[in-house]
């Protein structure tokens, strides 16, 4: 059974944030840990950002056509993510506490 970077194990409930419809919250459970150096990168740059465990987050908005960009509102900022950064930040719906 693989770990996340938090040593944690995923719930098998959750679901990838690109998957996540627009406005329901949700609780991010952690960042996947990818292969490809460019990807490690990306998700260094997420969790520094703040997509960690425990965080309360929701899609806000979506472009089109395809969902892409994702308009994500973490905490009291708004990111703009590309589907492929959102697939990679696994939450569970519904959140204990946001704001």
Do not use: C, K, Y
Not at 75 to 86: C, I, K, N, V
């Amino acid at each position: 059974m693989q770990t996340n970077n938090f040593g944690a194990v995923p719930a098998a409930s959750g679901v990838r944030l690109d998957q996540l419809p627009d406005n329901q919250w949700a609780t991010v459970l952690d960042v996947a840990r990818p292969e490809g150096a460019d990807d490690r990168e990306l998700v260094l740059r997420l969790t520094e950002i703040g997509f960690v465990p425990g965080e309360a987050v929701r899609i806000v908005a979506s472009g089109l056509p395809g969902r892409e960009p994702l308009a994500v509102r973490l905490g009291h900022t708004t990111f703009a993510l590309r589907r492929h950064e959102a697939a990679l930040i696994h939450v569970t719906p519904g959140a204990a506490t946001h704001g």
